[in-house]
């Protein structure tokens, strides 16, 4: 089975200080994405990354930037932690292409919950 | 913008009942996934619908998608406790999720 780790679940840090929150996967995908879970909102996208060194904005980058140096790993930066970026974000990755049940599917990690003070 | 759209978003029904969950999204999509996430997990992929008029069946969900519609149902067939959920849409290779809904079966 495919896994996705987030390095951590649980996180508490302050008002301005820099955040990076870790994502590993082990099956050699070349797409992985970042989201933000809030209720009611769902899940919104904030980066895509469709290969090493490649990222694409989704529907909410302003405060986030990404960083994917190796194909397993993508990263996400809080510069600057607001409190309005308290939320469990999810990292997820899939093989890119068309067709096949299992192909193109995306696998979650556990999701990382950040409390900004 | 693109929207992914669900209805109901919250949804009490008793256990044996049917009913249907929808989707629409406004924008041209090849392809719509249906996603299960159980409270305090992670979302694990149910459906995958790849092309006008797909139906795919497990259990008692079925998942079809009108794609000139832009419309896909999960219709949940003599409901169980277990299949209580929030369940999610998302659409085209960026997979863009819909607010989700969150079913509760009562036994």
């Known amino acids: 089975d495919v896994k996705v780790t987030q390095s951590s679940r649980y996180l508490v840090k302050r008002t301005g200080e820099k955040v990076f929150l870790e994502c590993v996967q082990d099956?050699?995908?070349?797409?992985m994405f970042w989201y933000r879970q809030d209720p009611g909102l769902g899940l919104r996208l904030i980066y895509f990354?469709?290969?090493?060194?490649?990222?694409e904005k989704g529907d909410i980058p302003e405060g986030y930037s990404v960083s994917r140096e190796k194909k397993e790993r993508f990263s996400l930066i809080l510069e600057s932690a607001s409190t309005n970026q308290t939320s469990m974000y999810l990292c997820?990755?899939?093989?890119?292409?068309?067709?096949?049940?299992?192909?193109?599917?995306?696998?979650f990690g556990a999701g990382s919950r950040l409390t900004v003070l | 913008e693109l929207k992914v759209e669900q209805n109901p978003l919250f949804l009490s029904m008793q256990e044996g009942k049917n009913y249907t969950i929808y989707c629409n999204y406004s924008?041209?999509?090849?392809?719509l996934y249906w996603y299960r996430q159980d409270p305090g997990k992670s979302l694990e992929s149910l459906f995958v619908?790849?092309?006008?008029?797909a139906v795919k069946q497990e259990g008692r969900l079925m998942a079809s998608l009108d794609t000139k519609a832009r419309l896909s149902t999960l219709h949940i067939t003599a409901a169980v406790h277990d299949l209580s959920a929030t369940y999610f849409c998302?659409?085209?290779?960026?997979?863009?999720f819909g607010s989700g809904t969150k079913l509760n079966v009562k036994p």
């Open positions: 099956m050699d995908h070349e797409n």
């Open positions: 924008t041209t999509s090849d392809r």
């Open positions: 619908l790849l092309s006008n008029g």
């Open positions: 998302a659409v085209t290779y960026k997979f863009y």
């Open positions: 990354s469709y290969d090493v060194k490649m990222k």
């Open positions: 997820a990755s899939r093989l890119p292409g068309q067709g096949g049940s299992g192909a193109n599917v995306l696998t």
